[in-house]
């Protein structure tokens, strides 16, 4: 049997975002607990350079494992954290625009707004609107 592999996709030609599990490897400890770190405190300020420290690696070595690790570089991939947890307070919390920005990092509510518009194409109270618990029942209740 043939099958056809899709890229999985939201409406609105918004792509989805799947977690890539970091790869295990045998000194990933430090790496692994210092990513980890980063993703329960989003809502801090995070270096390279600090997260580097905190793998026990130096900046150069950090950004190569990180880059064979992830398949992309550490800013990227922070924002990318951030933009799915604004992207999970958004759907599951009526939290304020400036409250999710705080939250998931990204310091003001215009900087959630041009996150979202360059990664999404869409704004973070459009999204919400699409995406949020409340949003179907609203739909199917004609309100």
Do not use: C
């Amino acid at each position: 049997p043939r099958h056809v592999v899709l890229s999985p996709h939201r409406q609105g030609g918004q792509a989805q975002f799947i977690e890539r599990p970091l790869a295990p490897t045998p000194n990933a400890d430090r790496f692994t607990k210092a990513l980890e770190g980063v993703r329960a405190t989003l809502g801090e300020a995070h270096t390279l350079d600090s997260v580097a420290e905190a793998a026990g690696l130096t900046r150069r070595t950090f950004t190569r494992r990180f880059q064979k690790t992830t398949g992309t570089s550490f800013g990227s991939w922070l924002a990318e954290q951030r933009l799915a947890l604004a992207q999970r307070l958004l759907e599951q919390t009526d939290k304020s625009m400036d409250m999710v920005a705080f939250e998931a990092g990204f310091g003001s509510a215009t900087s959630l707004r041009q996150h979202f518009a360059a990664r999404l194409r869409t704004s973070p109270m459009q999204y919400r609107r699409e995406f949020s618990k409340g949003s179907a029942q609203v739909a199917l209740s004609g309100v």
